[in-house]
């Protein structure tokens, strides 16, 4: 599903954001990437959906070789790939609906088909009563969990999550990691960048991590 | 298709209503661009007009040592007829020109009584064809009549009507230079413009970006955007110019300067008023464009 092949990225500074990455991540998989902030997580992550072009190495995503691919060919990409960060980039002068709409109108769905699924995505993160209001008048996590919802209406086979919780206490973050768990439970690969290691202690997954730009552990957990 | 383009027009009207103020200062500053560059234009279409006006009235008259006689006459005409410069020609013999010299006299007809009818000479008036209304039209229609007829004196167009035909041609040289002058700040003014909309939706772009929207989706409603407030630019200026024309400088021109039977003010014809508001669509189109290079990139 994921493979990166001795990848380095540098923005042409001395040391490296992240250097020479090999990580085989199969489908269906559940990953934490940790470390301390500035450790690599985030470019990490960007390089997958070819926000950032490896300077040395290759990638593939579904078979696909993303370090050659054509900026014409990155949209059809990102509709493989759902994105959560953790400022939750939502539109603030659209309701909720329109935010997770604009997921799949931006990939041209039809109108019925959009209200449908949208209507589902809001009623898997528990936000169906939700539909008219703007994001700021939702509390932090709702909000995330709408940007959750929009990452989702696609089916993606894969979900980026770049410290998701942030900004978010405990219990919400509980809530949120339920969400992620469900998904992945579906077949969708989910990697999640944080730094709050008792995410990974309460819900163990195989968890990498990186150190300097460095891989320094990749742990498999024994969950059943 | 159709769904996408209806999309593209809902998205478009969507983010006109979400941002009323940038939207309506991206349409003023065409519609003042467009307005002014219109404006211009009808200086120059007017002042051409006037010159076109006046050098109607350039003639040659070519006074006759000697009146012709009746047998001469048919002869003289076809000769002065065939001249390539000469529209019209017109005969003014002694008689006529005592006659039109009594009624310019009016009341004051009488001090010529007695006076010999044949007192005044022989004429010949040419009127020449548009394009030879010039200093050298004349000068070879001169030529000609010296090398045909007697001619005891002359009188043709004065000389200041060829200083303002140059003075149109600079005036129309100088408008080219300044109006594309105008298109290009025009240009630059509404792109800049449309950067600063597109600036406060920076945000929705990069979504666009990340949720797998293609350049041209995320670039269409932009577009059709900028040529939505292009087409509503061109209509204001094209408004504003009627209003302005009709009520004001016609009206206080004809009645206060010219008299309205000299000049006849003449505003846009319809096809130059369509011109205008495609022109607008153009500037909105080229506006976005040239900003939406700078935004949206993956």
């Not at chain 1, 070789?65 to 994105?83: A, D, E, F, W």
């Not at chain 1, 891989?215 to 957990?221: E, F, G, H, P």
Request: hydrophobic share 45%; proline share 3%; with cysteine.
């Amino acid at each position: 599903m994921i493979q990166l092949f001795n990848v380095t990225k540098s923005y042409g500074g001395e040391s490296a954001a992240v250097k020479d990455l090999t990580i085989q991540i199969p489908k269906g998989d559940f990953v934490y990437v940790t470390g301390a902030s500035g450790a690599g997580k985030t470019t990490f992550l960007r390089m997958l959906y070819a926000a950032e072009k490896p300077t040395k190495g290759q990638i593939l995503v579904n078979n696909q070789n993303i370090t050659r691919i054509r900026s014409s060919q990155i949209p059809y990409l990102r509709r493989k790939i759902g994105v959560v960060f953790q400022d939750f980039k939502l539109l603030q002068s659209r309701t909720v609906y329109e935010n997770v709409a604009f997921a799949l109108e931006a990939q041209g769905k039809k109108r019925y088909e959009v209200s449908k699924k949208v209507y589902q995505a809001l009623k898997e993160v528990g936000l169906e009563h939700r539909l008219q209001r703007k994001p700021l008048e939702l509390s932090g996590g709702e909000q995330q969990r709408i940007a959750i919802a929009r990452a989702l209406v696609v089916d993606p086979l894969i979900l980026l999550a770049d410290e998701p919780s942030g900004n978010l206490d405990m219990e919400v973050t509980l809530d949120i990691m339920e969400l992620f768990k469900k998904a992945n439970a579906r077949g969708t690969t989910v990697l999640l960048a944080t730094h709050d290691h008792s995410l990974h202690q309460r819900f163990p997954r195989r968890v990498i991590t990186l150190e300097k730009g460095k891989l320094i552990t990749d742990q498999q957990s024994h969950h059943s | 298709m159709l769904e996408n383009i209806r999309y593209f027009f809902r998205r478009a009207i969507r983010n006109m209503q979400q941002w009323p103020l940038l939207c309506s200062a991206a349409i003023l500053t065409m519609a003042v661009a467009l307005a002014t560059v219109a404006t211009f234009f009808l200086v120059v279409v007017n002042v051409e007009q006037l010159a076109a006006n006046w050098t109607r009235e350039i003639q040659v008259i070519a006074y006759l040592e000697d009146a012709p006689t009746a047998r001469e006459l048919p002869g003289l005409f076809a000769k002065l007829e065939n001249f390539p410069e000469v529209e019209k020609v017109k005969y003014i013999s002694p008689s006529d020109a005592m006659a039109r010299f009594k009624s310019r006299l009016a009341d004051e007809a009488s001090l010529l009584e007695g006076v010999d009818r044949n007192l005044l000479p022989a004429s010949f008036e040419l009127m020449l064809k548009a394009k030879f209304r010039n200093q050298d039209g004349i000068d070879r229609v001169i030529e000609r009549l010296d090398n045909t007829i007697n001619v005891e004196d002359l009188r043709y167009g004065q000389k200041w009507l060829e200083r303002f035909n140059t003075f149109v041609g600079m005036l129309r040289f100088i408008s080219l230079i300044l109006g594309s002058f105008l298109i290009f700040a025009a240009l630059f003014i509404v792109s800049n413009t449309i950067k600063l909309t597109l600036y406060a939706r920076r945000d929705e772009l990069e979504i666009m970006a990340l949720v797998g929207a293609t350049m041209r989706f995320i670039k269409i409603p932009f577009l059709l955007e900028g040529a939505l407030q292009g087409l509503l630019g061109g209509v204001v200026s094209l408004g504003f110019l009627a209003i302005s024309f009709h009520l004001l400088i016609k009206r206080s021109l004809t009645s206060f300067w010219l008299t309205p039977t000299d000049l006849n003010l003449l505003f846009m014809t319809p096809g130059q008023q369509l011109m205008l508001v495609i022109a607008g669509v153009m500037l909105g189109i080229l506006g976005s464009l040239t900003s939406l290079r700078r935004f949206v990139r993956f």
